[in-house]
């Protein structure tokens, strides 16, 4: 498939992987009884709402800057629909239960699956670069992988602090998880 994105598609795709993880995050949060793992929930998804957020405003001014807006292919469904895209990362192969969280994991289990879904969503940045139509559309997929790369990074602490490590937990926890190391 010949399919290419440019700018504001990629920022579609990034608003609408936001969205649905706050949503995923939302939706977890009732499912746990407890103020802590229900607030961890709550964190993450506004975590995810603030880069929602962030992405919505670029997009914007991006438009406003340029005039380019996203294109409507009525022969390529997956360009024309960002939502297509931005389901890959969320719910692919590795990224913990598929159907959400079922309320009796821990807070560690809670933040290893967000960091399994936000490598996820780092590969599938990575991945999206071959499909980016120009250099400012690399550019824009770059800033998005270094944002994922500083939200990943957090979610180490956090995890490191939660098991009692020090600092050197993040880098180790890194190449271990989900082989991102090996993507780099």
């Known amino acids: 498939m010949d399919t290419q994105f440019n700018v504001f598609e990629i920022l579609r795709i990034a608003e609408e992987i936001e969205h649905k ?8 949060a009732g499912q ?7 607030d961890l929930c709550y ?3 506004s975590w995810r709402v603030k880069h929602e957020r962030a992405w919505i405003r670029l997009r914007q001014e991006y438009s406003d800057r340029t005039g ?3 294109t409507f292919d009525p022969d390529n469904y997956v360009r024309s629909n960002p939502h297509v895209m931005a389901s890959l990362p969320w719910f692919g192969p590795g990224c ?17 699956d967000a ?7 780092w590969i599938f940045y990575r991945g999206l670069k071959e499909f980016a139509c120009d250099p400012a ?13 500083r939200h990943i990074r957090q979610l180490n602490r ?19 998880s989900v082989g991102t190391a090996n993507h780099r």
Do not use: C, H, P, W
């Open 21 to 28: 993880a706050a949503k995923f995050y939302l939706r977890a």
């Open 32 to 38: 746990f009884a407890d103020a802590r793992r229900r």
């Open 43 to 45: 964190d993450l998804a």
């Open 68 to 70: 380019e807006f996203g």
């Open 96 to 112: 913990g239960s598929q159907n959400g969280l079922a309320g009796y994991e821990d807070a560690t289990q809670i933040v290893r």
């Open 115 to 121: 960091l399994r879904r936000a490598e996820a969503v």
């Open 137 to 149: 559309a690399r550019r824009m997929i770059d800033a998005m992988i270094a944002e994922e790369d």
């Open 158 to 176: 956090s995890l490191g602090q939660m098991l009692g490590r020090s600092g050197d937990f993040d880098q180790r926890a890194r190449s271990d």
